[in-house]
């Protein structure tokens, strides 16, 4: 296996928890929290665009955002521990532009599926991952919740793919075989990525 040089993290559920987010856009939208993520689980089960909560619900889609505050613990003890194996870490997501500023200086690259113009799990979103990286994607470890937008398109590119467990997507979707690696936290991943 090709030594790695970078890691890539997804964005929602991966180094952001989206309870948060969810809750504030429910409020929002004026409709249960409860109901919100009922629907939400719906959705995940049938691999449909989580997008698609608010025309189920019948309601236009409310302004919501996340904020640092909605880091999990684990992902800044992580980034620094990948930094110090000389790894470059990048954060890239299904998000809007704003998500970039908000994770300025925490990561070495950014990117945005609204900036990018294009969403995973698009090949064309993974080639444009690699690019942004700079280096091959035998190189990349690709960290996601989701093995339908994640796991298979990062595998498929050629990146090695880690699947973490957490938020809805990690949870349902576990034990898939697609992933190259599987974690529960990221405070497993540093350790776990000098084994490979």
Same mark, same amino acid.
């Given at each position: ?76 003890? #992580?980034?620094?521990?990948? /930094?110090?194996?000389?790894? /470059?870490? #990048? ?36 080639? /444009? ?25 990062? /595998? ?41």
């Amino acid at each position: 296996m090709t030594a790695l040089r970078a890691v890539v993290f997804d964005v929602g559920e991966t180094l952001i928890d989206e309870t948060g987010l969810w809750e504030r856009a429910a409020d929002a939208a004026g409709v249960p929290r409860f109901t919100v993520m009922g629907v939400l689980g719906g959705l995940i089960v049938r691999e449909e665009p989580h997008t698609e909560v608010w025309r189920t619900l019948g309601v236009s889609h409310p302004a919501s955002s996340w904020t640092l505050a909605d880091l999990y613990p684990d992902a800044l003890f #992580c980034i620094e521990a990948l /930094r110090a194996l000389g790894l /470059r870490v #990048c954060a890239v997501g299904n998000t809007p532009q704003e998500t970039e500023g908000l994770l300025a200086g925490v990561v070495d690259v950014l990117g945005s599926s609204e900036r990018w113009g294009v969403a995973k799990p698009s090949p064309a979103f993974f080639a /444009r991952v690699i690019d942004a990286v700079g280096v091959g994607p035998a190189e990349i470890a690709y960290v996601g919740d989701r093995v339908d937008n994640d796991i298979r398109p990062a /595998r498929s590119a050629g990146m090695v793919a880690v699947h973490i467990r957490r938020g809805p997507w990690g949870y349902l979707q576990s034990g898939s075989k697609d992933a190259d690696l599987q974690i529960s936290s990221l405070s497993e991943l540093p350790a776990r990525l000098t084994r490979l």
